[in-house]
């Protein structure tokens, strides 16, 4: 009465746990690289306004 999973059952529960670690980490990647890009955007903003301003002075825009 110990055993009352068969051992395909509990592999079959191995094998959704693996799948669902293997998810969360390609979630937490995704995270990742969304949160890079949105922490350089202020820096962007940033340089776009200088260019800006550098044109308007130079009267090209």
């Not at 191995?14 to 390609?26: C, G, N, P, T």
């Not at 990647?29 to 130079?58: C, E, H, K, R, Y």
């Amino acid at each position: 009465m110990r055993a009352e999973l068969d051992a395909d059952t509990l592999l079959q529960v191995i094998l959704v746990l693996v799948l669902v670690w293997l998810v969360l980490e390609v979630l937490d990647a995704t995270v990742d690289l969304l949160g890079s890009l949105l922490g350089l955007l202020p820096n962007l903003i940033g340089l776009v306004i200088a260019v800006l301003i550098v044109l308007w002075l130079l009267d090209r825009i």
